[in-house]
Every structure is written in structure tokens, then in C-alpha cells.
């Protein structure tokens, strides 16, 4: 018992420290294993850390702006929804703080190491922080079961299955994001992945609809200057600040205009200084990378390209990406007005919506219009699972002792409390244990299904190979 005290301290002491300082640390350690010198294993994993930081900043640099101009929204609207959203940071340490979610690190960690050996998935997921998706589902699970060993096979099943995902959008990551060797096996950016997929082949059989074509080249083309993202956003900036502060009774004309223009100039240089970030994070991630690769080589001939899983915080530089986390703060406060039966009130998670876009925008290749179309969707259904999962969330916040906001009688939250994966573990979860072992077949068969996938990669690239030679 002293044994296993002793290791859960140990690992709450490494997830306390955060991604920040934890991936680092992890990136370090990882490229010394692989052979790295010390001097580049440290670089590489600061300068790691220093992206997260970056690209932390930017988005709390935006929440401070945006933040206010939803809460005077909110009193324009006279919202009085039940759910209150306590944001992903609150999710997190709801998720880390239940037995389920301390289990989860070694339990993933060995989920990946087994999948990589039987060749079912070709990532190596360093983002060990964000293993707190998947402690998270199965923190509600085990709210309503009580049940270890069921918490945490459905706390496996969303880990396999998001692996999966990151497998299959690797091509986009690379071509689309620009991000060459590297994946995201994250929670929420997979999660509405098939949704997407889905929406984007719905649209391509609408005959008109499917013509529009705005990716980043095509907005630069048709908009010229306003395409520029300096441009674009200091435009989206503006309309958010109108919609804000502009019909505000009890400001003054002066405050009003001061803070429209403050929230321009303020989104205008996120969209600037986002892309550099995350381009200071890949640099960092380029050790590891390449040591990986090199052991592939060395040791396991024939294994093929392996991938380095990162945070989706290294995809949010794109334009689209970072249009998305604008726009869709506006139209989300519009969805919870006028959707019925909504109860979710989304206020503190909105600034987090550009996690959520990433795999978005590399299925649909870049493309703007079917981004947007797709954004909507997916955060109207959003909110409607965010109020289905408000009491299983404020119960797995209780269990970890997390404190309720005062007034707030259920707590949700817009990014893995709206998500669709724990919340259709939920609903296996109370069909039976035959439909639990059914899904947990299925997830089998989908990890099979993607190991045929990459030996077919594999063959391909070989060919490549022995063509180019």
C-alpha cells in the first residue's frame, strides 16, 4: 500500500507541475532514451515548453479580451440557463482528481506502448497531460457505475479509439496543418472527427454548396489585404467588440469605442503571434522526432514512419483554425439562445474552441466555408450533450472535491463535457455490460482495422522508397 502511495504521489507531483513544465521534462527525458545528446534533449524539450507557453499566453491573451464582451453578451441576452460552464482547466482537474484519473497515466502509457508493438497504431503520445480526456470519461462512467474496472476499459476505449483517429488524420496534420511527423491523439480535436467526416462528405453532394472553395489561398485571392491574418483579424476583432460593447446602456460612448478597438488590435495579434509559437514548439519537437525515427530504422526494420503525438495547441497557428476560435464564440452564445431544450449556458470554455479545430480543418482540407458549416453542427450538439451530462459532470466534480461555483446547481463544460465519446460511453454504459463488451469488441476490431491501414501505408512508402532510389 506504501508501494502504491508512494507512486500516486509521485505521479500527481508530475501532473501538478502541468503541461508546461511537465512536457519539457518529458521531451528531455524521451531524447536522452533515444540516443539524443543531452545538450539538443534539453533544448529540444524547452524550447517544447516554451511553445506551450506561447501559445498558453495567446489564448489568455484572447480569454481576457473575449471574456468580458461574452459576460456583457450574456447580460444583453438576459441569459438564465441552469448548466454553468467551469471551463477545461476546472474539467481537467476534476478528471486528474478522481482515483480513475490517477490510474489513467500508466494505464495509457501501456495502451500505447502495446498498440505501437502490434503495429495498431503508428503514434508515440507524449502528450501525457492530455491523457485527462480520457480519465475524464472515465471519471463519469465510474460517477454512475461505481465501478473500476468498467471506468477505466471505457476510459481505454476513448484513449484506443482517439489513437485511431489520429492515425487516420496524420496525412492532414502534416499537408494541410503543416506539420510534418506529428499527430494529435487529443480528446476533443478527434473527437468530432467522424462528425466531420461525415458533414464534409455530406456537402460535397450539394450541388452549388460544394463549388465554394475559401481556404486560406482563396481568401488571400478574393480578399486581398483583408485576407492577410493581421487584417482579418483586427476585422473579426471589431465585429466581437461591437456585438459586446457597443449596445452596453451603461457604458460611456468613449469606453465603448476603447474597447471595440482594443478587441481588434487584440485578435489581430493573436492570429499574428499564434502560428510563430507553435512553429518555436515544432522546432523543439524536432530531437525527438528524428531519434525516433532513427531507432525505427536501426531496430525495427520495416516498421515505418512513426509519429510524435502532440497537443493540438501545435495546429491552432492556422488561419482557419484561428478564425474558428473567433467566430464561433458569437454564434455558440446564439446556439444556447435559440436551441430548444438547451440548458448549457457556455461562458468560460469559449476561448478554448480553438482546441477543438484542428482535425476540423484538415478534413476539410483547409477549407473555410465547410469549417464553418461544420462549426456550427458540431456546437449546437455541443450544447445538448454539454445539458444530457451536466449531473454525471457535477457529480464526478464532487467525488474529486471540486468546489461548485456558488448559484450553479449542475457544471458542465464546452470541451470534453460537450463531447460526443464520453458521452456515448454513457449511454453504453446504461444499455448493460453486454452492450459494454460489445463496444469494447468493436474497439478491437477497429484497432485491427487500422493496423491493416498501416501495413498498407508501410508497403506503400517502401515502394516510394525503393522508386526514389
Not at 227 to 256: H, Q, W
Not at 443 to 451: E, G, H, K, M, P
Amino acid at each position: 500500500m506504501a508501494v502504491i502511495n508512494g507512486i500516486k504521489s509521485a505521479i500527481m507531483l508530475i501532473i501538478n507541475l502541468g503541461p508546461t513544465v511537465m512536457m519539457p521534462i518529458i521531451m528531455t527525458i524521451i531524447g536522452l532514451c533515444l540516443g539524443v545528446k543531452f545538450a539538443r534533449s534539453l533544448k529540444g524539450g524547452l524550447l517544447v515548453g516554451i511553445g506551450f507557453i506561447g501559445l498558453n499566453a495567446t489564448v489568455s491573451i484572447l480569454t481576457g479580451a473575449v471574456q468580458p464582451a461574452v459576460d456583457n453578451m450574456v447580460k444583453l441576452f438576459g441569459l438564465n440557463l441552469t448548466v454553468i460552464d467551469v471551463g477545461w482547466p476546472s474539467a481537467s482537474a476534476i478528471a486528474f482528481g478522481t482515483a480513475v484519473g490517477v490510474a489513467m497515466i500508466p494505464l495509457g502509457i501501456f495502451i500505447n506502448v502495446i498498440m505501437l508493438l502490434t503495429k495498431t497504431t503508428r503514434t508515440v503520445d507524449v502528450d501525457i497531460w492530455d491523457f485527462w480526456h480520457f480519465a475524464f470519461s472515465g471519471s463519469i462512467v465510474y460517477a454512475l457505475t461505481h465501478n473500476m474496472l468498467i471506468a477505466l476499459s471505457l476510459a481505454a476505449v476513448n484513449m484506443i479509439v482517439i489513437m485511431v483517429i489520429a492515425d487516420r488524420t496524420a496525412k492532414g496534420t502534416e499537408e494541410i496543418l503543416g506539420l510534418p511527423g506529428i499527430t494529435f491523439p487529443h480528446g476533443l480535436a478527434g473527437s468530432f472527427v467522424p462528425i466531420a467526416y461525415v458533414l464534409d462528405k455530406i456537402i460535397d453532394k450539394i450541388p452549388g454548396i460544394n463549388k465554394i472553395k475559401l481556404d486560406e489561398n482563396a481568401i488571400n485571392k478574393k480578399l486581398g489585404l483583408i485576407g492577410d491574418p493581421a487584417i482579418l483579424g483586427l476585422i473579426v476583432g471589431l465585429i466581437l467588440g461591437v456585438a459586446g460593447y457597443a449596445f452596453m446602456p451603461n457604458l460611456t460612448l468613449e469606453s465603448k469605442v476603447g474597447s471595440i478597438l482594443t478587441m481588434g488590435v487584440t485578435v489581430s495579434a493573436v492570429l499574428v503571434i499564434t502560428p510563430k509559437m507553435a512553429a518555436i514548439l515544432m522546432e523543439g519537437v524536432v530531437p525527438v522526432s528524428e531519434g525516433v525515427q532513427s531507432i525505427i530504422q536501426k531496430k525495427f526494420a520495416g516498421h515505418g514512419k512513426v509519429y510524435i503525438g502532440l497537443d493540438c495547441a501545435a495546429g491552432i497557428g492556422h488561419p482557419v483554425v484561428l478564425a474558428m476560435s473567433v467566430i464561433m464564440v458569437p454564434i455558440t452564445l446564439l446556439l444556447a439562445i435559440i436551441l430548444p431544450g438547451n440548458e448549457f449556458l457556455p461562458l468560460v470554455g469559449l476561448c478554448g474552441i480553438c482546441f477543438q479545430f484542428p482535425l476540423i480543418v484538415a478534413i476539410t482540407k483547409g477549407d473555410f466555408f465547410r469549417t464553418f458549416l461544420i462549426g456550427i453542427v458540431v456546437m449546437g450538439l455541443g450544447l445538448y450533450i454539454g445539458t444530457n451530462l451536466a449531473p454525471l459532470f457535477t457529480s464526478a466534480a464532487q467525488a474529486a472535491h471540486f468546489p461548485i461555483p456558488d448559484g450553479a446547481a449542475l457544471i458542465s463544460s464546452i470541451d470534453y463535457g460537450s463531447n460526443p465519446i464520453p458521452w456515448l460511453l454513457v449511454q453504453i454504459t446504461n444499455l448493460g455490460p453486454v452492450f459494454i463488451i460489445v463496444v469494447i469488441a468493436l474497439t478491437v476490431l477497429l484497432a485491427l482495422w487500422n493496423r491493416k491501414q498501416i501495413l498498407r501505408e508501410e508497403k506503400e512508402e517502401a515502394q516510394a522508397a525503393n522508386q526514389g532510389e
